[in-house]
């Protein structure tokens, strides 16, 4: 069965120069052009001419095996909206080939603040009873689920003032994993963006960024999601929003894509997306204020949704620059995926880990003992790697790592007198 | 079910066999978009032993076949019409790399600038550096007897291999040498590489590592004419200066980088610009570096400046190895010639380019090895406009002529392939290429590699002999 | 009698006929290579003389091109003649003399002191004519730095001994002559001194030639035991910093560059004899069809001729 022929736009931009081979982490793990951008352009080709048929399960397997995480784009010289093209291609054959059962419960779980609230509590319950580290390390999907909720695990944050106001009135996107499982993130971004002379306000009314239903083809709740945030932090007055997760981020900057055909919300949402910036861009924008903080040695990996989605990496560098006691060295493989990406490792669990495995490797040989990445996916996905291999390593926010150092300098010039 | 898909499975396993045409078509074509030949199977040995026994599985039912690295090719080389396509991108293991004596050992999918990040701790690089360095491999840069920028001063693959294990077509491994200088003998080696597949899989592959030079300055000059800019290429040969890298790029190639993710800072106003590389020892560069400038400033150059540090270096050579790709944003389809003149030829040559190019209206972006004439005229344009594509055969048609007319050759590093071969009447006699079939035939007697690719059928005496073939 | 062709033609001609009757046919440059350490010596002795002097001179030269194309029969010592008032030259620079023929060098792809920094006859030949063991006229490559046209005869052809073909013509490229051109023998001593003078070879600036000499050759050349003959070629910059650098490994004297002439006759790395390079499959095919009346040199390469 084949559909009529649809367009793709962007698609013919692919001169087939296979520069995108070496930078796909499926490509390198599985060793076929199917399960490489430049081969996944050519399907996706297919599938809008018609010619090749969605419920063709090896062609569809394909291209659910994609991580999304775009590092082709970075490689490609002809400038192939490679995200966009999956994007499309998963909402268009989203009826002949519905997204899974496990992936749509989720999906449904994130665009309903109740059941969202439900879930999080639930996983909080698990941790606070430590049954998510008793059970961390057992086989199988139920043992990586477990340290995946353990890798959220945080300590108790001190806290230091913020400083006066100099800078632009700032709103943070809350997040769903993040305010559920990691709201001690959150309190860092905005104590560091305070610290940094930004003025924090709430946007009342905000939800899930939409990113997942948009990556996995239900773009009509992407939009729902996104015409409610665009409403919810432009009637908060702030001038930028503040996002500490790559993901988030790269997808709301996007909205003026997602809601090109919306003849209302287009110029909106394009205004919109300029607002967006990664909580890195704001604090390199301010410097950041310089802090000492422990001496640490850490390891630097770029979420895809960073340094391919929204091309940054020089920012969240700066971020660490800006501690004195820390260490840095880029992993050897930073700029590809650590297999987390989004649902993917919950409905590709063993191709996930396969693409873990190189880069637990290159930590393990690093001799870190923090990974620092801006996206609260790999930090769990890396985090949960490192604590199923035995490793004592974790993986942090960037701004976590600043508000640690912020505090640790504050804690040593009111207890030991200032230097 | 095809036959051999149980057999070649039962040796790679059924992972790494392809046969539903859903998932051939990826294999349909290489780095040249408008052709496409669907192979009748897709298989991918993971290690030597595989490798020969796929190999062998192919003699025993005498079934023909391409090899294929990354599929980077220029040239429609590796493109398999109903044949077997066998995919050498799983063997990728660095399988020695000797610091001391300055070789490494690799199979034949390991990518050319893996094989130059393995080496660099060890102040080595591997020196022949194509274009598509980040994704082409070793086992394909043998096929093609690969060149680069670089390849001005270091030489083209052919003379940086040392050894190669190879399986012939029959299924016999045998090891090729490159001839010492105390021994006597037939240098296999050297009849292999460039041999586009046609002679057997190399299932291994012993290159020479060179010393990473202890200084180099990149610089930039650009000019506000095509003349001078070649004028100058001319003139820097000429003054016995060999420059590492020697490149031109014209204005449309410019516009095309410039609006691509590996924008270099090209001037986008200036008709031409040169990227010239010299390298070496610490001493005496500078008398280089000063010589080139002022003969480029005499040819007409408008600034000549230098990098400051290796990440605008390394900036101006990515704006140059992505050129062909960044083409793909001006129009969908894009022809890669790869002829070479005379270097004295150059001017004269690009200007009846661009004079063939505005008759025939079509454009024409030149971005090339100056140094060592090699020209690549690319032509961006639709394929599904049957006016502008019939006009764009007859402008390339013309251009080889020229090229070949001017005393130069059809393929400086791409090699003939199928997109070639049209072109190889006009530049061999009957005899020559009826010797090149005699070569081939004694590698490959039975003709299952890469069958009809580099030498046109009709020009092969003994094939044309054998039982039951028509010309 | 030594047949002399004067041209290709009357070369091809004069093969076509051997190859009808089976004659055999041994080529030769200048006829200086029979001594008995050649494969020359191995040629079936009933073989015809065909010498190959007569084809000589220059085909073309654009300097600025940086290539050449001259007849088989043109000596070493002619190209260079050809070359130098352009300040060019073809640096095969082989072991023998400059007497040799350029058909001749690359036929037996006989290498020389300055090969591994300059080019060894397979890396320095572009393109080439030759007449096959049926008569047939053939052109490889081309006259251009870089061609991949078609399968390649050149390196086919180099060093194949004419064993498949008797070479009437070479293109070959040309580089400048280094500005500042030195010799030298640098002399060490202590029980590591050979080890030390080859780590010349390796230093910061790479020489044009450096052998360690055997203390029989160093007696021949007149140059103290334990030398090393070493050859820089650059501007004066290049030469004065390899000079500070050769210093340290040992004591330089300055020799003039005639001594490469005198060294290249000794020949100090004769071939060795023993491969036998048409057994090959392969190469068997390829000598079948090439000289399928095995009439070229046969025994050159101890095949049973």
């Not at chain 3, 005869?153 to 498949?164: H, I, Y």
Request: aromatic share 4%; proline share 6%; glycine share 10%.
């Amino acid at each position: 069965m084949t559909a009529a022929p649809r367009t793709l736009p962007g698609a013919d931009l692919c001169v087939h120069c296979g520069f995108c081979l070496q930078a796909c982490p499926t490509y390198l793990t599985l060793d076929d052009e199917n399960d490489s951008p430049r081969g996944r352009i050519v399907l996706m080709k297919g599938l809008a001419a018609g010619t090749l048929s969605a419920t063709d399960d090896a062609v569809g397997n394909h291209l659910d095996q994609c991580l999304g995480c775009r590092a082709c784009e970075t490689a490609c010289p002809s400038g192939v909206p490679y995200g966009q093209l999956l994007e499309q291609t998963r909402a268009e054959t989203a009826t002949a080939r519905p997204i899974g059962f496990l992936s749509r419960v989720v999906l449904a779980t994130f665009a309903h603040p109740p059941l969202m609230a439900i879930a999080m509590a639930g996983a909080r319950l698990l941790r606070a009873l430590r049954i998510t580290r008793l059970l961390a390390r057992v086989p199988g999907r139920l043992g990586n689920l477990m340290a995946t909720l353990e890798a959220t695990r945080r300590g108790a944050a001190a806290s230091y003032p913020p400083a006066p106001v100099t800078r632009a009135r700032v709103a943070v996107l809350q997040g769903c994993v993040m305010e559920g499982l990691l709201a001690p993130v959150n309190r860092a971004t905005e104590r560091t963006l305070a610290r940094n002379g930004y003025a924090l306000c709430s946007a009342e009314g905000q939800q899930c960024c939409g990113a997942l239903h948009a990556h996995a083809g239900d773009r009509e709740t992407a939009r729902a999601l996104a015409r409610a945030n665009i409403a919810a932090f432009e009637q908060s007055g702030a001038a930028f929003v503040a996002v500490n997760s790559a993901g988030c981020g790269s997808a709301m900057k996007e909205y003026g894509h997602l809601l090109a055909g919306d003849a209302a919300w287009h110029d909106r949402a394009a205004a919109f997306g300029a607002q967006v910036r990664d909580v890195s861009e704001l604090l390199a924008e301010a410097g950041p204020v310089p802090a000492r903080g422990a001496a640490i040695k850490v390891a630097v990996d770029h979420p895809c949704h960073l340094m391919h989605g929204q091309r940054l990496s020089d920012p969240p560098a700066r971020v660490l620059a800006a501690i004195g006691g820390i260490a840095a060295t880029e992993l050897p493989d930073a700029a590809q995926c650590c297999g987390s990406a989004g649902l993917y490792s919950l409905a590709q669990p063993a191709l996930s880990q396969r693409i873990l495995a190189p880069k637990l490797n290159g930590i393990g040989a690093s001799g870190a003992t923090i990974v620092a990445t801006g996206n609260p996916g790999c930090m769990m996905h890396i985090s949960a790697g490192l604590i199923r291999a035995g490793s004592d390593a974790r993986a942090l926010h960037p701004v976590e790592l600043l508000d640690a150092a912020y505090a640790t300098d504050h804690q040593a010039d009111h207890q030991g007198g200032s230097r | 079910m095809d036959p051999l898909t149980g057999t070649l499975s039962a040796i790679v396993g059924a992972t790494h066999v392809i046969a539903r045409p859903s998932e051939l078509i990826v294999y349909e074509n290489d780095g040249l978009p408008g052709y496409h030949k669907l192979p009748r199977l897709f298989v991918a040995p993971g290690n030597r032993e595989e490798a020969i026994a796929v190999v062998r599985a192919l003699a025993a039912s005498n079934a023909p076949f391409v090899a294929r690295g990354a599929g980077t090719g220029l040239s429609a080389g590796s493109l398999a019409d109903g044949i077997v396509m066998v995919g050498m991108q799983r063997m990728r293991r660095i399988i020695e790399l000797d610091p001391v004596a300055r070789f490494a050992t690799v199979e034949p999918g390991v990518v050319n600038a893996n094989l130059t990040k393995a080496a660099a701790p060890h102040g080595l690089h591997y020196a022949p550096d194509p274009s598509s360095q980040t994704a082409c491999t070793i086992g394909g840069n043998v096929a093609e007897n690969a060149g680069g920028p670089h390849c001005l001063k270091y030489g083209v693959t052919m003379n940086h291999i040392l050894a190669a294990t190879v399986v012939l077509p029959d299924g016999e491994v045998v090891r090729l040498e490159a001839p010492r200088d105390d021994e006597i003998g037939i240098d296999l080696l050297g009849a292999f590489v460039g041999s586009e597949g046609c002679f057997g899989i190399a299932v291994d592959v012993t290159v020479k590592l060179t010393p990473n030079p202890a200084r180099i300055c990149t610089m930039l000059a650009d000019f506000m004419t095509v003349d001078g800019a070649a004028e100058a290429v001319s003139a820097i040969i000429a003054a016995g200066i060999v420059p590492a890298a020697l490149e031109l790029i014209d204005a449309g190639t410019i516009a095309a980088v410039e609006a691509s993710i590996y924008a270099a800072g090209y001037p986008t106003d200036a008709a031409a610009a040169l990227i010239v590389e010299v390298d070496g020892p610490i001493a005496g560069l500078d008398e280089d570096v000063a010589a080139v400038g002022r003969i480029c400033r005499a040819a007409g150059a408008r600034t000549v400046r230098s990098a400051t540090d290796a990440a605008e270096r390394a900036r101006l050579w990515q704006g140059r190895k992505k050129a062909f790709g960044a083409m793909g944003r001006m129009s969908p389809n894009l022809v890669v010639q790869d002829a070479v003149v005379p270097r004295t030829k150059l001017a004269p040559v690009l200007r009846a380019i661009a004079e063939i190019s505005a008759r025939y209206r079509v454009t024409v972006c030149n971005v090339f090895h100056a140094g060592d004439g090699n020209l690549h005229p690319n032509i961006p344009y639709n394929a599904s406009d049957p006016d502008e594509a019939a006009r764009v055969h007859e402008a390339c048609d013309e251009i080889m002529a020229l090229c070949i007319a001017e005393g130069g050759t059809i393929t400086g590093e791409h090699g003939v392939g199928l997109d070639k071969l049209p072109y190889m009447d006009a530049l061999f006699t009957p005899d020559s290429l009826d010797a090149m079939c005699r070569l081939r035939s004694a590698f490959d007697p039975a003709r299952r590699a890469n069958p009809g690719k580099v030498v046109p059928i009709h020009r092969c005496k003994e094939w044309l002999a054998a039982p039951g073939v028509e010309a | 009698m030594t047949a002399r062709p004067a041209s290709t033609d009357e070369l091809a001609t004069l093969v076509r006929d051997a190859h009808a009757r089976g004659a055999a046919l041994r080529f030769e440059g200048s006829g200086r290579w029979s001594d008995g350490r050649s494969p020359a010596t191995r040629i079936s002795p009933n073989a015809k003389r065909v010498s190959l002097a007569a084809l000589s001179g220059v085909v073309s030269y654009v300097p600025n091109d940086f290539t050449l194309t001259v007849r088989a029969g043109t000596t070493l010592a002619e190209l260079d003649a050809i070359t130098a008032p352009n300040n060019q030259w073809c640096p095969l620079l082989s072991w023998g003399d400059d007497h040799g023929t350029v058909g001749a060098t690359f036929a037996t792809a006989t290498a020389g002191p300055c090969s591994e920094a300059l080019g060894r006859p397979r890396d320095i030949a572009l393109g080439l004519e030759f007449v096959d063991g049926t008569g047939t006229v053939i052109r490889a490559g081309g006259h251009v730095v870089k061609n991949v046209a078609g399968f390649d005869l050149t390196r086919l052809m180099v060093g194949s001994f004419g064993s498949l073909g008797a070479i009437t013509e070479v293109s070959v490229r040309l580089r400048a002559r280094p500005t500042a051109d030195v010799t030298w023998s640098v002399t060490a001593d202590g029980p590591n001194a050979r080890e030390q003078l080859s780590r010349i070879r390796r230093g910061t600036i790479t020489p044009l030639a450096c052998d360690v000499l055997s203390d029989e050759v160093a007696r021949e050349l007149g140059v103290p035991a334990l030398s090393a003959l070493v050859r820089f070629g650059g501007n004066a910059a290049l030469i004065a910093a390899a000079r500070a650098e050769v210093s340290t490994i040992g004591t330089i004297h300055v020799l003039d560059a005639s001594v490469w002439t005198r060294y290249r006759s000794l020949d100090p790395h004769p071939r060795r004899l023993d491969a036998r390079p048409l057994d090959g499959a392969v190469a068997g095919r390829i000598k079948e069809r090439f000289d399928p009346a095995g009439i070229m040199n046969p025994g050159v390469f101890g095949e049973r001729a």
